[in-house]
């Protein structure tokens, strides 16, 4: 199966910064079908990003995928109050489908 | 939009079926694929396997072939039977909708605890 590596395990930033955060594949990605979710304390998880880069209905246009293979980045423009969450990568080129063990981005 | 709710027992006994339910509501059921996922204590996410809502399913091989998943249409529900449970069976689990593969909807989680 593939293992996802994210990086780095923990983002300190504050409000209005670039957040870039790094999800890697042991192998290629088939298709480049690769998801982003976030994950904030008593809510489910969020999609944000599909397919490496096609943003989810009502994700705001500061959340950015990019990347391709075995490489792929979350990045966040301008950081917001609201953007200081957990944020794990999943892929589903390959069965079985599997998540990457997260980033948490801090104030 | 549509929403996800885990129902379950919360805590199950070693060597027994632990068994979840999910009810989708605000949307139909018919047309996609549904999964269960997840996530022991400290550890990463786990995918657990799916079900199209005609009843074809896979599962993941970690499982050992332990896991059922099945679908009710009358109801807006599908469910979840992982047999012969031990403690590292102990996660918070989560029902989603998968859509092209990722997963668009996702169930707040539900607790279950292994512990005789």
């Known amino acids: 199966e593939i293992v996802l590596t994210q990086s780095p395990g923990t983002l300190s930033l504050s409000p209005g910064e670039r957040a870039t955060l790094s999800c890697r594949a042991s192998q290629s990605v088939s298709n480049n079908y690769l998801a982003w979710y976030q994950r904030t304390p008593g809510q489910p998880p969020r999609l944000l990003i599909s397919?490496?880069?096609t943003r989810a209905t009502g994700v705001p246009d500061r959340f950015s995928g990019s990347g391709s293979g075995t490489d792929f980045t979350l990045t966040i423009s301008r950081l917001e109050p609201e953007d200081f969450a957990v944020y794990f990568c999943q892929q589903y080129g390959s069965s079985p489908y599997t998540f990457g063990q997260g980033t948490k981005l801090e104030i | 939009q549509v929403q996800l709710r885990e129902s379950g027992p919360g805590l199950v006994k070693p060597s027994e079926t632990l068994s979840l339910t999910c009810t989708v509501s605000g949307g139909s059921i018919s047309g996609y694929y549904w999964s269960w996922i997840r996530q022991p204590p400290g550890k990463r996410l786990e995918y657990i396997g799916y079900i199209y809502y005609l009843g074809t399913t896979k599962y993941n091989p970690s499982l050992n072939g332990r896991v059922t998943i099945s679908v009710d249409r009358s109801k807006n529900q599908f469910s979840l039977n992982v047999t012969s449970v031990t403690a590292a069976d102990t996660a918070i689990y989560f029902c989603?909708?998968?859509?092209?593969?990722?997963?668009?909807?996702w169930g707040q989680g539900t607790l279950i605890v292994v512990s005789s």
């Open positions: 397919d490496a880069f």
């Open positions: 989603a909708r998968i859509n092209g593969g990722s997963f668009d909807s």
